[in-house]
């Protein structure tokens, strides 16, 4: 291997930064590697957009947010826009372009860009997989991606917040929180932030169990209430709750819609003033924690390990102290849900957390 290339893909989280560093140090330094920067993940590759990529380029960025290298969530190049509503397979236009400028391609990506990955490393590419998401909820076995603690602190100091203002003005505050598919965010940031409800997308909740939940507090004369709800949870009836309020949109969880709805339906029904806070993409920007940048900083070491070693078609992971690789192939079979039968959840529960299941 001379040269290897870099991308970034799909949203971005705090520690991409200290990836692409780790990965130019490591591959300089300890194999004499050279390495590259496609712009703006897989729409950089097709449109040749390469950036060199030196100790000069990455230094400073350990401690910044977002990548150097520019991100975009939509380009897929077995299903590349060519026109209006036209789409393509430019798969093999892809392979040539990587292979024109590098001996392999590291992803720093979500289930997205690492399930691109999967299929280009099906036909013969030279891929390893960095896992990165806030949501924590890819395949990765045990380990935990990078952004995640970053995003969680977030949200815990959010709720450290709103408990002082909660408590003052008797009301109950509704925080959400992202995590479209799984609720690590708000399980970890609810428990952290002292939470009373918590609302997850795998565990469908009723208004009657969080009713019961505020009732017990009124009981113990504690006239405030915090819940947090991730924007993929669902009533036990579905997304039906949902569209009622935000019929208008095609997509109402995305619209940060769950919040608004839970915090207008309590109010609703017990007559206590509620008011809602969507953290939204604050969740994603600023600084990575000193976690983030520890763990950004192995799986890039680790990356340009498995490169230097050939050992292409895998995703590095950090199963208690050691790196692990796991096979692109079950990371893009699906995405980590929260564990419903988890230790974590239960210790939630005794101490009186309410899931409204
Ligand atoms: O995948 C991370 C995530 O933060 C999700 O929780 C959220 O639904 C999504 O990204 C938002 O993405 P975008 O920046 O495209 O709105």
């Not at 910044?64 to 975009?72: K, S």
């Amino acid at each position: 291997i001379k040269r290897v290339a870099v991308l970034t893909g799909g949203g971005d989280a705090p520690g991409l930064n200290a990836v692409i560093r780790a990965i130019v140090k490591t591959a300089i330094r300890e194999y004499g590697v050279e390495v590259i920067g496609f712009r703006d993940g897989f729409k950089g590759v097709m449109e040749k957009l390469v950036t060199p990529l030196s100790e000069r380029e990455v230094s400073g960025i350990l401690p910044r947010g977002g990548t150097i290298l520019g991100t975009t969530n939509r380009d897929n190049p077995f299903h590349f826009q060519v026109g209006e509503g036209v789409y393509e397979d430019r798969s093999d236009q892809c392979i040539d372009i990587i292979n024109q400028y590098a001996d392999a391609l590291i992803i720093i990506g979500g289930d997205g860009s690492l399930s691109i990955g999967f299929e280009l490393a099906q036909k013969g590419l030279n891929i390893v997989g960095c896992p990165k998401t806030i949501d924590n909820d890819l395949a990765v076995g045990e380990a935990k991606t990078f952004g995640f603690d970053t995003a969680y602190a977030f949200a815990t100091e959010a709720l450290d917040r709103l408990h002082s203002t909660a408590e003052s003005h008797h009301r109950i505050i509704v925080l959400e929180v992202m995590g479209r598919y799984a609720g690590h965010i708000a399980l970890h940031s609810g428990i952290a932030g002292g939470a009373d409800i918590i609302l997850l997308p795998e565990i469908p909740f009723s208004y009657d169990n969080i009713i019961k939940k505020l009732e017990e507090r009124q009981n113990q004369n504690k006239r405030f209430s915090l819940v947090v709800v991730a924007e993929g949870a669902k009533t036990r009836e579905g997304e039906l709750v949902v569209q009622n309020y935000v019929s208008q949109s095609p997509d109402p969880i995305r619209l940060g819609g769950i919040g608004e709805v839970v915090a207008k339906e309590l109010e609703r029904l017990t007559g206590i003033e509620c008011r809602v806070t969507v953290l939204g993409h604050l969740q994603r920007g600023g600084s990575p924690t000193p976690h983030d940048r520890i763990l950004a900083t192995r799986y890039g070491v680790a990356a340009m390990d498995l490169v230097a070693q050939g050992k292409f078609g895998s995703v590095v992971a950090l199963a208690g102290d050691s790196l692990k690789p796991i096979p692109l192939a079950e990371v893009a079979k699906g995405i980590r849900k929260v564990n419903t039968a988890g230790d974590l959840l239960k210790c939630a529960k005794k101490i009186g957390i309410s899931f409204g299941d």
